[in-house]
């Protein structure tokens, strides 16, 4: 895995990354609240649009769109933080099938790009660069049937240097979820090859709870808190 701050951002993109437009929720700067980077200083692509409706979705705000940019734009606002690290997410990023030129756009220039999706769609796609964090949706979700199974197979058949690129993530609300995943878990041998983080739904099942549950099954998981709701308790957006 790459070194968090040996990236560096240079350039502007011009010209032939200017005619197609994404559309976008908010661009913002802030602390990686989730995945193994969590706790870098971390820029924010958040593309708007999301078809699937978690049950416990909280950034419903961003399937829609607040603007459109083209991927030179987009670009060039994300890069005035000068940032190390930066992750698009969503909405699901995936859905708009120009994320791949900016992905690749966004590789090109350096540092650590990262891509936070639902884990509904295949991942096959992206660019290779890309550290990938994908989600594991568990039944509170109300969207564990549409969980793309594919991207743990992708996971699985890469080399060791190619599986660094991927994490999985899975949030729980309660009993039901842990043992899910726990399941899940074990039958595919995922946390034997990759991260595999899991932590709990803000305002659900408390930490010590789903920590005791990690400690007394001996699962090879990472726990995580979603750092940024105790950074900033009461602010939704932008964070």
């Known amino acids: 895995m790459t070194d968090i701050m040996t990236g560096t951002m240079t350039g502007t993109m011009t010209g032939a990354m200017t005619g197609a437009m994404l559309q976008i929720s908010e661009i913002f700067h802030s602390i990686q609240g989730e995945s193994s980077f969590a706790g ?11 078809s699937h409706g978690c049950r416990y979705c909280d950034t419903t705000y961003a399937r829609t769109a607040e603007r459109q940019l083209s991927i030179g734009d987009t670009i060039d606002e994300a890069r005035r933080f000068r940032p190390h690290l930066i992750e698009v997410t969503g909405g699901e990023p995936l859905e708009q099938p120009l994320v791949h030129k900016l992905l690749c756009a966004l590789c090109d220039g350096g540092g650590i790009i990262m891509l936070e999706t639902g884990g509904f769609l295949s991942v096959r796609d992206v660019d290779p660069r890309v550290h990938k964090v994908i989600d594991l949706k568990p039944p509170s979700s109300g969207k564990d049937g549409e969980n793309c199974m594919e991207n743990i ?35 595919t041998r995922l946390a034997e090859a990759c991260t595999v983080m899991m932590g709990p739904i803000a305002g659900t099942v408390h930490p010590y709870e789903l920590a005791g549950w990690i400690l007394e099954d001996r699962l090879h998981v990472r726990m995580q808190l979603q750092l940024h709701k105790y950074i900033w308790p009461d602010i939704e957006r932008g964070v």
Do not use: M
């Open 153 to 187: 197979d992708l996971a699985l058949s890469q080399g060791e240097k190619e599986r660094n690129h991927y994490e999985f993530k899975i949030v729980a609300a309660d009993r039901d979820d842990y043992l899910w995943a726990r399941k899940l878990i074990k039958e």
């Open 40 to 50: 870098w200083p971390c820029t924010f692509i958040r593309l708007a649009g999301c």
